[in-house]
């Protein structure tokens, strides 16, 4: 059983920056695909960013490229979301994912995820 904890949220002014940390315990780290969802109030949770295993190929949701950037670093069995210029828009809880399926392709689907933390409240002000 893969349980992931999320830590690092918090409240911060529009344009500064905040880091996302998400430590996996359980299963085998290095094999899974990592990402990141959001949830804004009255909003359904949606993609951020992912990482693939093994290389650690990324892709991300249109209006965060540029200013987020997810790594991850097995040794540690911990992956990263590092985000810059925050807008307000960017307001949400943000939950870390994990992805046991074997396969080669970046995964944007949350259901393609098996495994899921509790969540991280990053507020942004204006």
């Known amino acids: 059983q893969v349980q992931l904890t999320e830590s690092g949220g918090g409240l911060v002014q529009a344009g500064g920056s905040v880091r996302l940390s998400c430590a996996a315990s359980g299963g085998t780290f290095s094999m899974y695909t990592m990402g990141w969802f959001r949830q804004a109030p009255g909003k359904e949770r949606e993609f951020v960013a992912t990482?693939?295993?093994?290389?650690?190929?990324?892709y991300y949701k249109d209006s965060v490229k540029g200013r987020f950037t997810i790594s991850r670093d097995d040794a540690k069995r911990t992956v990263y979301l590092q985000m810059d210029l925050l807008k307000a828009e960017d307001t949400a809880v943000y939950y870390c994912?994990?992805?046991?399926?074997?396969?080669?392709?970046?995964?944007?689907?949350?259901?393609?995820?098996?495994?899921w933390g509790q969540g991280t409240q990053v507020t942004v002000s204006s």
């Open positions: 990482i693939r295993w093994g290389g650690g190929r990324t």
């Open positions: 994912a994990a992805s046991s399926t074997s396969s080669t392709m970046l995964m944007t689907d949350q259901r393609q995820y098996d495994y």
